[in-house]
């Protein structure tokens, strides 16, 4: 089997979230599970930097605006995957973000540098670029890349299938539709039945439209977005599909996330010698400024900040824990509303709350160790991993019960703590009174060391590897190539 997947980030070359992890990790666990799996990436200075031995494929001289562009082959850095570039410096070799600018706007030519990179992916998915390679399936990542199954269909070749991942149905990549002509697509994939979508082009669209199958990342999101609530306006389609659409819940990277292994924390431990735990905590408190007490309860939150994470249920919530004796630690950036908001709590509350506003990967490792309880409130999540962490690292979750967090954290309550399945603690609705309530019995808990103890063995010994997750895409790409 034969597959190619294409995406906008990766990890570590470039990351905005969890789709950088997964697309890092899942082609690997593919590769060991027996696929030819390639990747294929807009040649932003980080990729084109990081990836070994590129060398030029084809020269596809000037599209999408580019005067010039290249198609390069090399190797991921840390795998034997062989990596395709777009290289396209007019449209990729720039400073800032994948999608923004470093002062938060939008590209303006994002149509063109996600357009190209999905129409470079159908080409080789036909075949029509690298002589020596062809995949069965080019399994795309969120609107990025979902291009990609227009143009395949619009080839209408047998010999390739298209798997469409639906990571954040929030981001759809919305563009005017009077830039259609930009895409060289046929008009027909511009109406209501296509790309359109109130009045604009959404690259969303293009995805669920024409991929021959969907997925997305647990199985209750999968649930979620056929519904109005969590549909975000493309619910119709999606129940559209039927049964083509199912959910495959991400595994983590157990190379990375390994409290064993971690070369960035204070020491490292593990189920049989969890001695290091408390040398975290102790680190993390004395590095974030809070007194250092070990019988002060330490919960962390390590996130964006957009609303989708339901952070500002923490700040309302957050003087009763405070009570309580607990601290908080966060680190996250996004918006400057909940930056700020941040920053006043932890000055209003020195010794309990602190604050790192930014992007830091060693540090979200140290916080993931030092923690007790790690807090993921919310409004919607497809699969979440910082959860998926918490777990590996003991750092017990309290979660919203929706999407990836519904189906990876297993409330404590009699039942659960009897048959010791509990995992966690998790609330239905987003308000602080819900995530409070779940908070104190979180504290509660963590007060009963023994009982705390079970449950963190519980929840380190838990196996989310993408061993499963990998079988599970394998038998779905079987059925997009077998079936119609
Ligand atoms: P999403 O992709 O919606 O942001 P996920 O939970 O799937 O949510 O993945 C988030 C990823 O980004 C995790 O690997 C998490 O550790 C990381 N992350 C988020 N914010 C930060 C930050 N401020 N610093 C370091 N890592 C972060
Ligand atoms: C998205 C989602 C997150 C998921 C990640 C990786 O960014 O918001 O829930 O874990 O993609 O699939």
Redesign the pocket.
């Known amino acids: 089997m034969r597959v190619l997947h294409v995406a906008a980030e990766v990890?570590p070359l470039v990351?905005?979230?969890?789709?950088?992890?997964?697309v890092a990790a899942l082609p690997v666990a593919l590769a060991h599970a027996g696929a030819d799996v390639r990747l294929v990436l807009p040649g932003m200075p980080q990729m084109l930097d990081a990836v070994l031995h590129a060398k030029p494929v084809i020269d596809l001289g000037a599209c999408f605006g580019a005067a010039r562009v290249r198609l390069l082959r090399g190797r991921m850095p840390g795998t034997q995957l062989p990596v395709y570039l777009v290289d396209a410096p007019l449209l990729y070799r720039r400073g800032g973000g994948p999608y923004q600018s470093a002062d938060g706007a939008e590209w303006p030519d994002n149509l063109q540098r996600y357009g190209l990179l999905g129409w470079v992916a159908a080409q080789l998915g036909a075949g029509e670029l690298d002589a020596g390679w062809r995949p069965d399936i080019v399994h795309a990542h969120d609107w990025h890349a979902a291009l990609s199954c227009a143009y395949l269909r619009a080839h209408a070749s047998d010999a390739v299938r298209s798997v469409y991942t639906v990571?954040?149905l929030a981001y759809q990549g919305l563009f005017p539709h009077e830039d259609s002509a930009l895409l060289g697509l046929s008009s027909n994939f511009m109406s209501a039945d296509g790309l359109e979508y109130h009045g604009q082009l959404s690259f969303m669209k293009a995805g669920l439209k024409f991929a021959d199958r969907i997925t997305t990342?647990s199985p209750t999101y999968a649930r979620e977005i056929a519904t109005h609530e969590f549909g975000c306006g493309l619910d119709g389609v999606i129940r559209g599909r039927g049964n083509v659409v199912s959910g495959i819940l991400?595994g983590i990277d157990p190379e990375v996330w390994d409290p064993a292994a971690d070369t960035a924390v204070a020491q490292r431990y593990s189920l049989d010698q969890p001695e290091g735990k408390a040398v975290c905590k102790a680190a993390l408190q004395k590095e974030f400024g809070l007194p250092v007490d070990a019988s002060a309860p330490l919960l962390i939150a390590?996130?964006?900040l957009?609303s989708?994470?339901g952070l500002d249920l923490i700040l309302s919530a957050l003087p009763q824990w405070v009570e309580q004796g607990a601290q908080l630690v966060v680190?996250?950036?996004g918006d400057a509303a909940l930056e700020a908001a941040f920053r006043m709590a932890a000055a209003a509350h020195p010794a309990h709350v602190a604050v790192?506003?930014?992007?830091?990967?060693n540090?979200?490792h140290r916080l993931?160790a030092g923690g007790d309880m790690i807090v993921?409130p919310?409004r919607f999540?497809?699969?979440?991993?910082?959860?998926?962490?918490g777990l590996r690292y003991g750092t017990l979750p309290i979660v919203r019960r929706v999407g990836?967090l519904a189906d990876t954290v297993v409330d404590a309550h009699t039942a659960t703590l009897a048959d010791g399945t509990a995992t966690g603690f998790a609330f239905d609705h987003a308000s602080a009174f819900d995530l409070g309530a779940a908070v104190l019995r979180a504290i509660a808990a963590w007060r009963d060391k023994a009982g705390w103890r079970t449950m963190m063995a519980r929840a380190m010994a838990e196996d989310f590897s993408w061993q499963g997750p990998a079988m599970q895409y394998l038998k779905l790409y079987e059925e997009a190539r077998h079936g119609d």
């Open positions: 990890f990351k905005t979230g969890g789709l950088a992890d997964v990571h954040n990342v991400n390590i996130s964006r957009s989708q994470k680190q996250g950036a790192h506003i930014g992007y830091d990967e540090r979200a993931m993921v919310s999540e497809p699969c979440g991993l910082t959860q998926l962490y990836g």
